[in-house]
């Protein structure tokens, strides 16, 4: 069963920068797609990225609009951890920032992901 635990999480500046770590254990081939979320208090969770085949030589990755250009994801298959850079950080991304994974999806969206961690708190000010 795969498992999933987030780490990373601060406090920063406005304009900072900050790299979550999701590791990953359990981890099989029937984990074809893994994504970064995340929900801010009183909003719903939103997909922030994807990534199809991770820790493969085929893993694309795929953004939200909004994110494309700020956030990236890494990834370190002798590590199985699945990262989230993320690069000029505003107060709006202020957030519970969640590592998922799942068999297959055909879109960012939470109702597709069967396995969740715990969330990392993610905190911006200005």
């Known amino acids: 069963q795969v498992q999933l635990v987030e780490s990373g999480g601060a406090s920063v500046q406005a304009g900072g920068s900050l790299r979550l770590s999701c590791a990953v254990s359990?981890?099989?081939?029937?984990?074809?797609?893994m994504a970064w979320f995340r929900q801010a208090p009183g909003k719903e969770r939103e997909g922030v990225a994807r990534?199809?085949?991770?820790?493969?030589?085929?893993?694309?990755?795929l953004y939200a609009d909004s994110k494309k250009g700020r956030f990236t994801i890494l990834q370190d298959s002798a590590k199985n951890t699945l990262y989230l850079q993320m690069n000029s950080l505003k107060p709006e991304d202020t957030a519970i920032y969640y590592c998922?994974?799942?068999?297959?999806?055909?879109?960012?969206?939470?109702?597709?992901?069967?396995?969740w961690g715990q969330g990392t708190p993610v905190t911006v000010s200005s």
């Open positions: 359990g981890f099989t081939n029937s984990t074809r797609c």
């Open positions: 998922a994974a799942t068999l297959t999806c055909p879109r960012l969206a939470a109702e597709y992901f069967a396995t």
């Open positions: 990534v199809t085949n991770p820790f493969t030589s085929s893993a694309i990755t």
